[in-house]
């Protein structure tokens, strides 16, 4: 049985925080093990964007927050 599994982090693939590094650790033993995988993470130059990278599918989001900086 497939699950499917969110994980949330600041930095994500390309370039990686190092919370970011340990979760895609993580997330790539789900994927191994046939599970799905949804990663959502901020986005760094503010556009949202949608990507797929070793099996993972990668949500970047920007927030008002992000965006006033």
Not at 23 to 40: P, R, S, T
Not at 42 to 65: C, H, L, M, W
């Amino acid at each position: 049985m497939a699950y499917n599994i969110v994980l949330i982090a600041g930095s994500y693939y390309p370039n990686f925080s190092a919370t970011g590094n340990c979760i895609y650790q993580i997330a790539k033993c789900f994927v191994d093990k046939g599970h799905n995988v949804y990663m959502l993470s901020e986005s760094p130059d503010g556009n949202e964007s949608f990507v797929e990278y070793e099996g993972q599918k990668i949500y970047r989001a920007t927030s008002k927050r992000l965006k006033d900086l």
